[in-house]
């Protein structure tokens, strides 16, 4: 019997049954998407902690098999279980059971549901898998949980898992520094996207890690329009490099941060 938090997506009290939950607007799964260091995992816990302190059931998928981001986000003694979604995708079939055996719950955090590569293992540990492995998990997630945050991978041409994200979520904030590197970047990714699936209307513009010296003219000029501008903050650099994301930010220089992020999940989730 898995050990859930009551009130989350499974309950302590019933094993693993599902708690009926709805989404407020049509999206339901959004992809994070963007340059390397765009600030792509930072966004994705954010905005699943946010949704969590609303007392909203969220799955947090955490796609990178290359650098695994679930060691980065969060000290391991906060963490209830050790479970890896390798195994999810080393499965013959996905479903709803496999899936449920493979989260890993936060011990502070009651709404929140993880999944991802453990510490040490890479796209080698496990056997490959193909889109339709990968379909099947994000479909299965739809029936588990009213909302699914995906942290993809820059690296798309590689990464099965984080292609099919981008093209089967129902909405892509697609994050990008204010450097021409990154604009290059995400340049050469886009053209692999070109796919009938693949909905440039569904794309969220983001300009992140905006700096106070970058006016708004230069990010402009260099993004093009953006639907959000998501600022540095001193404090979220420090949450990053010492791995514990799921802090709350209390510091003046995050309130701009803070906003922003309230601000998406208004915008997307209707939260």
Not at 178 to 190: E, G, P
Not at 227 to 239: A, G, M, R, Y
Request: charged share 25%; hydrophobic share 40%; proline share 4%.
């Amino acid at each position: 019997m898995l050990n859930f938090i009551k009130g989350s997506i499974f309950s302590r009290n019933t094993g693993v049954e599902a708690q009926a939950a709805e989404s407020e607007k049509d999206v339901q799964v959004l992809a994070v998407w963007g340059s390397p260091s765009s600030g792509k995992t930072t966004v994705s816990v954010k905005l699943a902690k946010h949704l969590a302190d609303k007392k909203r059931n969220v799955v947090l998928l955490l796609c990178d098999m290359t650098a695994p981001m679930l060691p980065c986000i969060c000290p391991p003694s906060d963490l209830e279980w050790e479970r890896s979604l390798g195994s999810i995708l080393a499965a013959t079939h996905v479903t709803d059971t496999l899936i449920k055996q493979n989260c890993i719950t936060h011990k502070k955090i009651s709404y929140l549901t993880l999944i991802g590569m453990l510490k040490g293992e890479n796209v080698f540990t496990y056997p490959p898998y193909n889109a339709e492995l990968a379909t099947e998990l994000l479909d299965h997630l739809r029936d588990i949980a009213p909302y699914v945050i995906i942290d993809c991978s820059s690296y798309i041409a590689n990464d099965i898992l984080s292609a099919v994200a981008l093209m089967e979520a129902d909405s892509v904030l697609r994050l990008v520094n204010c450097d021409l590197k990154s604009i290059s970047y995400l340049s050469s990714q886009l053209p692999l996207l070109k796919d009938n699936k693949w909905d440039a209307d569904k794309q969220y513009k983001v300009a992140s890690n905006v700096k106070t010296n970058q006016a708004s003219e230069h990010i402009e000029q260099v993004l093009g329009n953006v639907v959000f501008k998501i600022p540095h903050s001193d404090e979220l650099e420090n949450q990053a490099l010492a791995g514990d994301l799921f802090r709350d930010l209390a510091l003046k220089d995050s309130r701009g941060f803070r906003k922003e992020i309230e601000k998406i999940s208004k915008e997307v989730f209707g939260i």
